[in-house]
Antibody, heavy 119, light 111 residues
């Protein structure tokens, strides 16, 4: 059974870079046909897709965040990462990682990790 | 402002059938699959419907999805107290909003 687990800094100062990692267990991140995504949810609000990386390494980002987002894969550790630069209070949210199974959607999700942007 | 539009709330009594709508455009729902996610309080979203009307293994057949034009709906029949949750629609978007877009979510209350 594939499982995803987010980890990273829970408190980030304004203007700094948020860094999160999603560890994949029970399967290989290099398996073809999947992409690996980040989604966030501000307190009391809805879901916002951040971006994803294909097994090939190609990346796609939300246009509204594109200038600040980097998603990468570390195949040796079977994990993928999110970096979001120049954060503000508006980036405070629960951040989820998820597997995207092509047309079958985001079928496996991590439990989420809370990130607060505050000085 | 979400790209896909959902009613903020819905409600029903146990045993009832409720529907939640999701409205989009030709660049998303009109030309791509629709997905529905259920988020129980304090938990991560869970895939409920994929490819417009398909249920993942383990999802009860009380949940069904449909799509027509640029709109989609999630129907829940035989409503149960454990169905009280937030429901989100999502779709791939071919425009500059995408690739993935979500609805703002609908909070379902079981009275």
């Amino acid at each position: 059974q594939l499982q995803l687990q987010e980890s990273g800094s829970g408190l980030v100062k304004p203007s700094q870079t948020l860094s999160l990692t999603c560890a994949v267990s029970g399967g290989s991140i290099s398996s073809g046909g999947y992409s690996w995504s980040w989604i966030r949810q501000p307190p009391g609000k809805g879901l916002e897709w951040i971006g994803y990386i294909y097994h090939s390494g190609s990346t796609y980002y939300n246009p509204s965040l594109k200038s600040r987002v980097t998603i990468s894969v570390d195949r040796s550790k079977n994990q993928f990462s999110l970096k979001l630069s120049s954060v503000t209070a508006a980036d405070t949210a629960v951040y989820y990682c998820a597997r995207v199974s092509g047309p079958d959607g985001m079928d496996v999700w991590g439990q989420g990790t809370t990130v607060t942007v505050s000085s | 402002q979400s790209v896909l539009t959902q009613p903020p709330s819905a409600s029903g009594t146990p045993g009832q059938r409720v529907t939640i709508s999701c409205s989009g455009s030709s660049s998303n729902i009109g030309s791509n699959y629709v997905y529905w996610y259920q988020q129980l309080p304090g938990t991560a979203p869970k895939l409920l419907i994929y490819r417009n009307n398909q249920r993942p293994s383990g999802v009860p057949d009380r949940f069904s999805g449909s799509k027509s034009g640029t709109s989609a709906s999630l129907a829940i029949s035989g409503l149960r107290s454990e169905d009280e949750a937030d429901y989100y629609c999502a779709a791939w978007d071919d425009s500059l909003s995408g690739p993935w877009v979500f609805g703002g979510g609908t909070k379902l209350t079981v009275l």
